[in-house]
T-cell receptor, first 111, second 114 residues
Framework: KQEVTQIPAALSVPEGENLVLNCSFT??????LQWFRQDPGKGLTSLLL?????REQTSGRLNASLDKSSGRSTLYIAASQPGDSATYLC??????????FGTGTRLTVIP | GAGVSQSPSNKVTEKGKDVELRCDPI?????LYWYRQSLGQGLEFLIY????????KSGLPSDRFSAERTGGSVSTLTIQRTQQEDSAVYLC????????????FGPGTRLTVL
């Protein structure tokens, strides 16, 4: 069964710092990997989706990489801002039917 | 355009009662998913609908849970004889339906079973 792990569980950084969130998964047979953010009491917002054939995706200050063979992905956030504070979830899609989610990294950016 | 909407946003019910949760997917999205997020746990897949195909119910935790999707659009998740462990946020997502597609999530329904 696919297992998705995110480290660290929580992270606190000062504003302006660059940071990396880690995601690992046990089964490399995936269609894609997706990074989401979840704000307290709200649903998930998709940030980046990386197809299994891709190595990375970028959107603004966010860059996500994928190393499928080693079962790892990272989300890099440049020049962090207080508005980036949220829980970040990675999810892998092994088939058509669902996503397997990690338990998330709770990020706090201190002004 | 309009995103995925869910109703109600909050539901408090007594143990043993039945509840219905509603999801309106993005127009044109053929795939619809239900997930559950329990306190302190990750998101857990419940059920998946794709077009007119039979749904994938492999994630439903018990036979008290059921879901239907009428007309290929709106979906209802029903929990019968609710238990306290059913308390969670229930999230609905939709996508265009192909493997590669992004899933777009609704705001969720927070269910509390007293």
């Amino acid at each position: 069964k696919q297992e998705v792990t995110q480290i660290p569980a929580a992270l606190s950084v000062p504003e302006g710092e660059n940071l990396v969130l880690n995601c690992s998964f046990t089964d490399s047979a995936i269609y894609n990997l997706q990074w989401f953010r979840q704000d307290p009491g709200k649903g998930l917002t998709s940030l980046l989706l990386i197809q299994s054939s891709q190595r990375e995706q970028t959107s603004g200050r966010l860059n996500a990489s994928l190393d499928k063979s080693s079962g790892r992905s990272t989300l890099y956030i440049a020049a962090s801002q207080p508005g980036d504070s949220a829980t970040y979830l990675c999810a892998v899609r092994p088939g058509a039917n669902n996503l397997f989610f990690g338990t998330g990294t709770r990020l706090t950016v201190i002004p | 355009g309009a995103g995925v909407s869910q109703s109600p946003s909050n539901k408090v019910t007594e143990k043993g009662k039945d509840v219905e949760l509603r999801c309106d997917p993005i127009s044109g999205h053929t795939a619809l998913y239900w997930y559950r997020q329990s306190l302190g746990q990750g998101l857990e897949f419940l059920i998946y609908f794709q077009g007119n195909s039979a749904p994938d119910k492999s994630g439903l935790p018990s036979d008290r849970f059921s879901a239907e999707r009428t007309g290929g659009s709106v979906s209802t998740l029903t929990i019968q004889r609710t238990q306290q462990e059913d308390s969670a946020v229930y999230l609905c997502a939709s996508s265009l339906g192909i493997h590669a597609d992004t899933q777009y999530f609704g705001p969720g329904t927070r269910l509390t079973v007293l």
